[in-house]
């Protein structure tokens, strides 16, 4: 065992793990005080079922021996059957388990934030078991396993931009027309049902601190790749960040902390299939991208599509997700990563080697994760309709969801 490669990896899984808590703080921010407690429950639930699905069968699905098929993993490592030994950096099989569930845990998270307010608890459980269970662990395998459909072919994602962030993103956005929107009036506009914004700040910011580890453990240990791709996370977050503040001072005549934090998630989203590919001065062009394309995108689904897209999973995490997919192949340089050869199956970026080859690739990869998780999860929710409501009844709704299920009350008034 390497003790440094492995305490670099467990960090990276502490950090990847706080996502998720930090995701559930900074969407229950931004919904009315009714529903705090209800949207933390809808996201953090997955730490305990997306766990243990991925202990049974999600790993062994997404990162056992390949079937033949490229598309899926072998039975052979259910219930973490067969899990021994270290990989080439020193790094127990097992830890890298661990550190791979962290990410489906929060492709999970990201969903939820696309139905608060309605959904039913029940109904978001089965409906993200099998959808864990059919779309991220089978997407899982085909762009990061060995023998994978798509990295085969050579479609490149370092952490996750078309595995987790698109997935999740169009799973969202197909969960929010199925179920349909909210009943209270305004609901497209995020400001005006955000009850605490000062808590949606906190949760961005323990978000993108554990982002760092997302990205910068997909190198596997500490190396030059790793240390790339902490760099470039930052810089592309900074850069989206003041996109978002700029865009919104331009149109609106004043920025919103709001507004900033989608910016900052925005550089993080496309910055992630990339970050371990691209230089400093790409990472600063993706961030500022990425944040154009999701405000309009936002502003296009919210203002004149009237798609209640609750807190922007897709705007965010969809959009930003495909641009990042996008920018990896215009940006991606073997200078950064010796992978990005220009050789064989795998391709330097457009903008770097004049080649098409990884930029087509990339596209395709991007197809194949949008179709995918949108036939599958229309297919699931479907499904779950024929035995039960999907959402909550109005007058539960009305009141929130806080006190008719779950009993609590995330704020109390007291007499003085």
Known sequence: MNATNTSFLMLCSLLVLLMTPALAMFYSGMVKSKNTLNTIMNCFIVFGVITLQWVAIGFSLAFGEDSGSGIVGSLENLGLVGISGYDENGVPHILHVIFQMMFALIASA????????????????????????????????MIWSEKGFLLVRGGLDF????????????AGLVGALIVGARKEEDNYHISSGAHSVPYTFL????????????????????????????????????????????????????????????GLVA???????????????????????????CYMGLSFIKNKLRWDDSLDAFSLHGIGGVWGGIATGLFASS??????????????????????????????????????????????????????????????????????????????????
């Open 203 to 262: 949760g961005a910011v323990l978000l993108f601190i554990g982002w760092l580890g997302f990205n910068a453990g997909s190198a596997g240990g500490v190396n030059e790749i790793a240390v790339n791709a902490f760099v470039v996370s930052i810089i592309s977050a900074a850069s989206g960040f003041l996109a978002w503040v700029l865009l919104e001072w331009a149109i609106h005549k004043r920025p919103t902390i709001l507004g900033s934090l989608s």
């Open 267 to 293: 550089g993080l989203v496309g910055i992630t299939p990339a970050c371990g590919f691209v230089g400093i001065y790409s990472s600063i062009f993706i961030g500022a991208i990425a944040a154009i394309v």
């Open 159 to 170: 952490a996750g931009g078309g595995v987790v962030h698109v997935s999740a993103g169009v």
């Open 110 to 141: 990201i969903i939820t934030g696309s139905l608060v307010g309605r959904i039913k608890l029940g109904v978001l459980v089965i409906f993200l078991i099998f959808w864990s269970t059919i779309v991220y662990d089978l997407l899982a395998h």
């Open 335 to 416: 200078k950064v990563n010796p992978q990005a050869t220009g050789e064989g199956t795998l391709g330097e970026g457009l903008f770097i080697s004049g080649s098409y080859h990884l930029f087509l690739e990339q596209l395709f990869s991007i197809v194949v994760c949008i179709v995918f998780s949108a036939i599958v999860s229309f297919m699931i929710f479907k499904i779950i309709a024929l035995f039960t409501d999907l959402r909550v009844c109005e007058n539960i709704e009305a009141q929130g969801l806080d006190i008719a299920l779950h009993g609590e009350q995330a704020y109390t008034m007291k007499d003085h």
